[in-house]
């Protein structure tokens, strides 16, 4: 493990479906972020959290709402999907203005 | 914002060749550039970093160079082996925290 932890690690969801997903990182980091990351495309980044704060939303649908509960956890609720949101769903964490991020293992997604 | 354009998307190279990979940033005020290597099925993993205040850095075969005037920074790979076949990005942080990633490229490293 790296510190940052996704769960669940696979998930099969209908389009009607409510789940979330969880990201929970022991490193002391005070940045959060999610990053969709899709087959044969670049890492969209969709938000950042600093201090706990949403500091950034990349122009996400409603359908995926972010919770930051503290420092620690982040959470993604997923309603109401469409077949093209299934892809990878990746969570990282950084110290506010050091260095790079460390990723989770991500959150394989389909939709049905 | 930054954008962050990376070349080329695949690249093939013999066991034992080097491998370079170039992005270009846009945002002058960017000051630290991280490459991530992502296996098949594998979070990204951050491989080498370097920072604005400096040129060059080295880490066994790897090396980063970076040319600020020209905004542009590289990723060598030296004595490439099998292992090293993943996918490879660049990023850049500007004046905000958030990193904005290149488009990745697949590395296959041939026999």
């Known amino acids: 493990e790296t510190g940052v932890t996704q769960t669940p690690r696979h998930l099969v969801m209908g389009m009607t479906n409510k789940k979330s997903l969880k990201c929970e990182q022991h490193l002391g980091h005070n940045a959060m972020y999610w990053y969709k990351q899709s087959a044969k495309k670049p890492l969209e980044l969709m938000f950042v959290y600093n201090f706990k704060e949403q500091t950034e939303n990349n122009s996400v649908p409603s359908r995926f709402s972010p919770e930051c509960p503290n420092s620690s956890h982040l959470f993604l609720h997923l309603h109401t999907l469409q077949p093209e949101d299934s892809a990878l769903y990746l969570c990282?964490?950084?110290?506010?203005?050091?260095?790079?991020?460390?990723f989770g293992s991500g959150t394989r997604l389909t939709v049905v | 914002g930054e954008n962050v354009e990376q070349h080329p998307s695949t690249l093939s190279v013999q066991e034992g060749d080097s491998a370079v990979i170039k992005c270009t940033y846009s945002d002058s005020a960017s000051n630290y550039f991280p490459w991530y290597k992502q296996e098949l099925g594998k979070r990204p993993q951050l491989i080498i970093d370097?920072?604005?205040?400096?040129g060059e850095k080295k880490d066994q075969r790897i090396a980063v160079t970076l040319n600020k005037t020209a905004k542009h920074f590289s990723l060598h790979i030296t004595e490439t082996q099998p292992e090293d076949s993943a996918v490879y990005f660049c990023?850049?942080?500007?004046?905000?925290?958030?990193?904005?990633f290149g488009t990745g490229t697949q590395l296959k490293v041939e026999l």
């Open positions: 990023a850049a942080r500007g004046g905000g925290n958030k990193l904005t």
């Open positions: 370097i920072r604005s205040n400096v």
């Open positions: 990282a964490s950084s110290q506010v203005g050091e260095n790079g991020y460390t």
